[in-house]
């Protein structure tokens, strides 16, 4: 009712039935048509194996109560598996992801707090590459090198705590 378009939504958040239910609402009383609002979420880090990407995404939209997302980030380049190499692969992940674009569950993926090494070394074997790389962004972390890094790469970049953490 106020306007507001851009649902930001993550499993960890533990709010997503809530939101779902907002968004629902909203739907069916004519406020607004689904395509008027762009949902983002994210993949949290215990899920990055390739059989549970999708049973991931799939339980977010259960929650939301959508058939698709606008947008599904991996919320972060980590695991949570201890060891000298990141398992499962962020290949095995970043190639999952690209599946769910594939069946039209959600419209793009990207990743969040990701660094310029990392989204150079996904060139290697992303078939697409991230439409936005969310991070913390504000002026006591500029991340300038980052922010130019992505410009050039077309990765848009999405600030969260524009205004700084503490």
């Not at 594939?102 to 074997?125: D, H």
């Amino acid at each position: 009712r106020v306007g507001y378009r851009h649902i930001d939504a993550a499993w960890v958040y533990k709010n997503q039935d809530e939101v779902g239910e907002g968004i629902n609402r909203a739907i069916s009383e004519g406020i607004i048509k689904r395509e008027d609002v762009w949902v983002t979420s994210k993949l949290w880090n215990d899920k990055h194996a390739k059989e549970d990407v999708e049973a991931s995404l799939r339980e977010t939209l259960s929650q939301l109560k959508l058939d698709y997302l606008d947008l599904f980030l991996i919320h972060w380049p980590v695991t949570g598996v201890e060891g000298e190499t990141l398992t499962p692969s962020y290949s095995e992940t970043w190639a999952a992801m690209e599946g769910l674009v594939e069946k039209g569950l959600t419209k793009t993926i990207g990743v969040s707090n990701m660094t310029v090494k990392k989204l150079e070394a996904m060139k290697a074997y992303a078939k697409i590459q991230p439409a936005v790389n969310q991070v913390e962004m504000h002026p006591l972390l500029r991340q300038d090198a980052l922010l130019a890094y992505c410009s050039a790469n077309h990765i848009h970049v999405t600030a969260y705590s524009p205004l700084g953490s503490g």
